[in-house]
């Protein structure tokens, strides 16, 4: 009985401290769980601030924009791959920093010329210090990257190496034939040329990733965790063509330096669709080089002087005033209108209409406008206003230029002004606007406005394809077209034009020599302008010439400082033959272009394996691989020396291709 009490006793005093301890746990769960509700709802911003938001952050990972080419796939401006290498010396064990950092820091020697202590003292020390983000070298091209890789030490990667790669892009222009006063740019503040046309379609969609802290002033990428790739941009297709586009800008370097002109500007446009297949615009540096630096075919208005003369007689010509039998006597080259005292440069006596342009007479024009319009100068104008010559073009490219011309509203507006305006002078236009008035005359009086832009692509598949737009369905009558474009030809022929004359091809345009500043002291200044088109029967290519500011003692006359210029453009374009061919070459039309041009080597990936493209012309690879799905990023110009992936390795779409050419 006695034992049973007892039994009883321990069994009762067990269960007491065994409820006691099961109380506490219970309270001590309890108390916890109220700290993490407490947490939850009163401290989690303070956490958050204090510790996440100091040692974390989303950095922005930035899409490669796309590629800009000409018509014929040639790159004008490409995105590159540059590498930013750091070290995270934190990472690499003792033993393997020892046995490799001798045979580590030779390598390095040897690929920047730098003596192999200097390495090894600053590695050293920040393996000492234990840095885990230790900045090693920035702006690696691939081949560079690709090399250094490899290294001991390195090749062993990110977790046992510590060899941490950055990856940044560069935006390269891949032709000197064109540069950033065409191409543009668009560095998120200003906006110009062609990148800043396009830049809707080029600009990619941007990714994130996260970054952790290292030190005050460092970040250092996660890339396994919360990464959002990035998307890149589409590929624009210009309507620049880089054979033509070369010509131009060859043609017209070659002219300014023979006058020591400041600058001068070409457009060449393609009659039938618009499409502006050379753009040039040179101006001379502080060192006296030719750079392409500034649009001026847009961003300048300017009195167009003798090459307006067009404009004006066409109006009188689809009024109906002057036809093939009109003359007009010009006396002896000098007429004093509304006390304007109004001269000519060529001769006198009395002139057909075709004479007026063939010899560019300012008395005969101002004359003839005068007559018919000087007592209701809005006619004459409603012409202008007809074709677009009021209006700011509506193109793609920013900055370009409102034409500002004279009106009677006008408060310099005098009983002179419509005789000025007649011969060039009181209106104040683009030469882009200009040359697209001169192209609605080869287009047999249907004027189209100037495309910048063939096509946009992505991962092979056309997105968008632009189509010609016509801004004045007919000009003029075809009696007026046609007599214009007669009056043209022959001031080629036999006029002010007839230093460029050629049989081989016909041609028709206008010179032009304005003078501008007039109104300063000091010597005068010149534009010299040739505009036209050609084959004058059938018109293919619509060319304007402007150089600015020749050496008056060498010459400023449109006849023979630019007109030179759209011959050789014209010769060369029309038919077809090679840069810097021979003169002799031009003479027959029936020249074998197979003997002269390389084919365009069809490239095909068959079962997924990568063809070898070593020694094939690079701007004819790189476009059809683009087509085919893949990103190729490139260095240099000319034939693939090197390519990465080599031949027969297995690649997937949307892989990057990496090629070196020969420069």
Known sequence: MQKQNDYDNK??????WGYLFATLALCVFVMFLARIVVLQNTNVQEIKDDYINNNYRTATLKAARGNLFASDGSILATTVMRYDIFLDFKTIKDTVYSNN???????LSKMFGKPRADFRKRFDEQKKNKNQYYSLVKGLDFDQYDRIRKFPIFKRGKNKGGFIVDRNYKRELATSEI???TIGIDNGVAKAGLEGAFSKYLTGIDGSRLEQRVNSSQWKPIDYWKVSEPTDGQDVYTTLDLRIQDIAHSALQKQLVNFEAKHGTVIVMEVETGKVRAMVNLRKDEEGNYVDAYNYAIKDNIEPGSTFKVVSLLAAM???????????????????YAKQRITDGHG???????????KSSNVGTAKLITKYYAEKPEIFLDHLRRWKLFDKMDIELPGITKPNNLTPQSKRWNAGALASIGFGYGTNINVLQLATFYNGIANKGKMVKPLFIDKIMQDGKVNFEAQTQVMVKKMASDKAIKMMTDAL??????GTGRSIFTPNLKMAGKTGTARFEYWLPGPMKYRASFAGFYPADNPKYTCYVMISE???????????VSAPVFKEIAGKTFLKTPQNVEKEMLVDRKVNLNKMVEPNVKVAVN??????????????VIPQLENLGYRVDFKGVGRIKEQFPLEGTTISKNQRIYLSLQN
């Open 489 to 494: 030809t022959k001031a080629v022929e036999k």
């Open 607 to 620: 079962n997924k394996q990568m063809p070898s493209v070593v020694g094939l012309i690079g701007k004819n």
């Open 101 to 107: 950092i001798g045979a580590l820091t030779d390598s």
């Open 550 to 560: 020749p050496n008056t003692a060498k010459g400023f006359y449109g006849g023979t």
């Open 179 to 181: 540069g950033s006063g």
């Open 11 to 16: 069994r009762k005093k067990t269960l007491r």
């Open 348 to 358: 006198g006596g009395t002139y057909d209409i075709s004479d007026v342009l063939a």
């Open 318 to 336: 689809d009024d109906g005033f002057i036809d093939e039998n009109t003359t007009v006597n010009v006396g002896n080259g000098i007429w004093v």
